[in-house]
């Protein structure tokens, strides 16, 4: 009989697949995206040179100038924003983006893939402005992507500051081995069940508040507190009530997650958020302080959900659609995780340990 192993019921210590998109190291706190670590990348690289990076060799039919690709696609899907009536603008950002998602056909080419690039990004932007009372902003081809993305959002453009922090963080995001949300997406492209199928497993998987969901109750747990000198007294509070303190912990990096440090950076470029930052770290030295005493044997460090609170906040997204903006940028490994599955992957069928009962032998 198969036996499980410890941790093998959450999969820690199981393989479940090869891969050349990215490697995930806990004990160093080291990510490498096809061959290049997180700080050669963030801050440095736009979207679309990330895209390249990770569709390549995936796609035969990859365009050579991605950034008018993705502008093209971006004004392809802008088209399905007319199917966003009221039962959608009811549900939350990130449900309403997925329908709208659901509506493009699936496909397996770089075509489709681009379309999928750029379906979170024009639905969520006019989702939250729909949501306002506002009208949707029809996307700019010739802009780079982040660059659109929040012209769309905000209905006027962006400073080239704020569209490079909105980069980074997209290219932070974009890939991070084989996490719930690329796990699930493999899954189903190992079905061929076609990409856009894929990307909805992924959106599916990114929408809890143990994946992508996250973010958003770090803004309200930053506006609770209020000021630095009510930060200790808080924390202390939220772990008495036994409450989970976003932001802290990760199920893999064992010491500070590395793409913490490249988001606060990137707030850092945002001139006007600097009081806000100082509070944040303010908070973030009381919370790993209050830790420390409290789970001596546990390490637990800040992770990329702080500081992408912050930053996204910096740029205007409102709590309720972070997940939509984690997906604009997990997008792109989702896509190159299932063409690696399709080109050379089996149907993904794991065995399970049955526990229950046994028939009864008959008298």
């Not at 007319?82 to 009811?90: E, I, R, S, V």
Request: net charge negative; hydrophobic share 50%.
């Amino acid at each position: 009989m198969t036996q499980l192993t410890d941790g093998s019921d959450g999969l820690e210590t199981v393989i479940a697949a090869r891969t050349v998109l990215s490697e995930v190291d806990g004990a160093a706190g080291r990510l490498i995206i096809r061959g290049h670590s997180l700080d050669e990348l963030a801050g440095r690289t736009t979207f679309e040179e990330a895209v390249g990076l990770l569709f390549d060799g995936f796609y035969d039919d990859l365009p050579t100038d991605i950034r008018a690709a993705l502008g093209r696609a971006r004004t392809q899907v802008f088209a399905e924003v007319a199917a966003l009536d009221t039962g959608l603008l009811d549900r939350t950002p990130v449900e309403a983006m997925r329908a709208l998602t659901a509506r493009l056909a699936d496909g397996d080419d770089a075509e489709a893939a681009f379309r999928l690039l750029a379906a979170p990004a024009v639905f969520t932007a006019a989702v939250v402005r729909a949501q306002a009372g506002e009208a949707p902003v029809a996307p700019d081809p010739a802009l780079r992507h982040a660059a659109d993305v929040l012209r769309m959002l905000r209905g006027a453009p962006a400073s080239d500051a704020e569209a490079d922090a909105l980069d980074t963080y997209l290219v932070t995001v974009s890939d991070h081995g084989l996490n719930a949300s690329t796990f699930a997406a493999r899954v189903v492209a190992s079905t061929r069940a076609g990409l856009t199928s894929a990307v909805l497993a992924g959106i599916s998987a990114l929408k809890g508040p143990l994946h992508g969901g996250a973010p958003g109750p770090i803004i309200d747990m930053l506006d609770e507190i209020g000021e630095p000198a009510n930060a200790r007294a808080w924390i202390e509070a939220a772990l008495g009530r036994g409450d989970r303190l976003m932001g802290f912990g990760h199920r893999v990096y064992k010491v500070r997650d590395p793409r913490a440090d490249a988001l606060k950076q990137a707030v850092r470029w945002l001139d006007a958020r600097q009081g806000r930052l100082e509070f944040a770290e303010v908070v973030e030295a009381a919370v790993l302080d209050i830790l420390r005493e409290h789970k001596p044997n546990r390490p637990l460090q800040t992770n990329v959900e702080f500081y992408t609170a912050l930053l996204l906040e910096a740029l205007a997204f409102p709590p309720g659609a972070f997940t939509c903006v984690f997906a604009m940028g997990r997008v792109a490994g989702w896509l190159a995780h299932a063409r690696e599955q399709v080109v050379g992957g089996r149907l993904i069928r794991p065995a399970s340990l049955y526990i229950g009962p046994m028939p009864k032998k008959a008298a």
